[in-house]
């Protein structure tokens, strides 16, 4: 805790002191335009991802990125979306998945979860359409491929269970929100942007020409070590 202490210390008489308006002007009222969810995982910093300042990113973190359909649960993401849209106004929704994410790699084996971590099994039923969506396409996918498939995977499950929010449809329809499906990667601070759209990510993975994908093809090919990314395009490289 030591560092913790000495941090908001520097926090304070370092950035705070040069930083005094932005906060003065935060007392009054918070206007962030981008809703950020992401996952719990200590690696993942979304205003340091973002350079974004505080005030700019309304966020919604847990273990796995994940949005538990509407109804499905009274928990705080479904409070947390109804706030960012009616209350806030947020245009975007950015659902940022991870290389590596655990949350994803317990899902490829839930079944040994049950007896060890009870809730994060109980958790991880709001991903569950990923887990059938992997059992069924991607047998043969193993290792890294496996896991990266079901993280991209991931995210267009948690977008379609975004999408049952009734503020989150009656704003899609309007035209007045978009939402945007994005994986980081952490080895190499890499930003893959993929069409929010469900759409068969395997498929795009097998097609050589890329042309489907808008015509973009990543300057990276490499997030899934077989240079035939389902990528739309890389926002950062
Ligand atoms: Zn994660």
Aim: charge should be negative; aromatic fraction near 8%.
């Amino acid at each position: 805790m030591r560092k913790i202490f000495k941090g908001i210390h520097q926090f304070q008489t370092n950035y705070f002191t040069t930083h005094q308006e932005l906060f003065e002007r935060l007392s009054l009222g918070q206007h962030p335009r981008i809703l950020f969810i992401t996952c719990s995982d200590s690696r993942i910093d979304p205003n340091l991802l973002t350079q974004t300042e505080p005030g700019e990113l309304f966020i919604i973190r847990n273990v796995g990125n994940i949005i538990p359909p509407y109804g499905a649960t009274a928990g705080g993401e479904g409070a947390a979306i109804e706030y960012a849209i009616k209350a806030l106004g947020i245009k975007h929704i950015i659902v940022c998945g991870h290389s590596h994410c655990g949350a994803v790699k317990g899902l490829l084996q839930v079944g040994n979860l049950s007896q060890q971590m009870p809730l994060v099994y109980d958790w991880l039923k709001y991903a569950e359409g990923t887990r059938q969506i992997i059992e069924e396409n991607y047998q043969d996918y193993e290792g890294e491929d496996l896991l990266n498939a079901a993280i991209e995977e991931n995210i267009l499950t948690q977008i379609e269970n975004l999408r049952t929010y009734p503020a989150v449809h009656a704003k899609l329809y309007k035209g007045e929100l978009e939402i945007h499906a994005w994986v980081y990667k952490i080895e190499t601070g890499g930003v893959y942007v993929y069409s929010a759209e469900r759409c068969n990510i395997k498929a795009h993975h097998e097609d050589d020409s890329l042309e489907t994908l808008e015509g973009r093809q990543t300057s990276n090919p490499n997030w899934n070590g077989n240079g035939k990314v389902g990528i739309v395009r890389s926002a950062t490289k």
